[in-house]
């Protein structure tokens, strides 16, 4: 089983359609990334968490350490928001410098 | 800002030749990073730096070495180059560990 497990691992919504994409993990953790890979290829990072609730934009993002458990949301989804997202978590008993990636929720926005 | 340059974007490399990855970041971050990414499979972590004149193993770093030349520059090379090692390598740097990761586009690596 994976430390890091994304669902769904493919979604397909009509544009303006609220969009959630899950992160459940099994290790503790001292953080967690959210990260967006375009069609082309680049990833940038959204957002990294280690409790409560982030909003950027249309983008917001959660985390329930207790559930072991996290989501992003994209609000009034847009083509342009068709991408790769992945998670990634900072496992808490390893070095600081290790992250465990999930293998990606491609998403694609309708027009 | 350029952000984190990585080049080549492409390679296409015969087996057991040798090459190397070049990534240099003008963040002035202290942290660099070297990572794969294969079909169905997360990033994986090759090699990091966490600080210039420091490397560190990452979880898959058989058949590559890299070079912290300097605070701006990490290097990953290829020895000799194997089929197992086609994938898409991306660069990446931050302040720390507790800090966002900044990327570069990634080089696609075809060794055949």
């Known amino acids: 089983k994976n430390e890091v497990e994304q669902s769904p691992q493919n979604l397909t919504a009509q544009e303006g359609e609220f969009i959630t994409i899950n992160c459940s993990y099994s290790?503790?953790?001292?953080?967690l990334h959210w990260l967006q890979q375009h069609p082309g290829g680049g990833i940038v990072s959204l957002f990294m968490?280690?409790?409560g609730k982030k909003k950027h934009g249309r983008l917001i993002a959660t985390i329930n350490i207790q559930e072991k458990h996290s989501s992003l949301h994209i609000t009034a989804s847009h083509p342009r928001d068709s991408a790769v997202y992945i998670c990634?978590?900072?496992?808490?008993?390893?070095?600081?410098?290790?992250?465990?990636f999930g293998t990606g929720t491609r998403l694609t926005i309708i027009p | 800002n350029a952000g984190v340059t990585q080049t080549p974007k492409f390679q296409v490399l015969k087996t057991g030749q040798s090459m190397t990855l070049q990534c240099a970041q003008d963040?002035?971050?202290?942290?660099m990073y070297w990572y794969r990414q294969d079909p169905g499979m997360g990033l994986r972590l090759i090699y990091y730096?966490?600080?210039?004149?420091?490397?560190d193993k990452g979880e898959v770093p058989n058949g590559y070495n890299v070079s912290r030349l300097n605070k701006r520059e990490f290097s990953l090379r290829l020895e000799s180059a194997a089929p197992s090692q086609t994938s898409v390598y991306f660069c990446?740097?931050?302040?720390?560990?507790?800090?966002?990761?900044?990327f570069g586009q990634g080089t696609r690596l075809t060794v055949v």
């Open positions: 990634a978590v900072r496992p808490s008993n390893f070095g600081n410098e290790k992250l465990t």
């Open positions: 963040m002035n971050h202290n942290s």
């Open positions: 968490l280690s409790s």
């Open positions: 990446a740097s931050s302040e720390g560990p507790f800090r966002r990761a900044f």
């Open positions: 730096s966490a600080s210039e004149g420091t490397t």
């Open positions: 290790v503790g953790i001292s953080a």
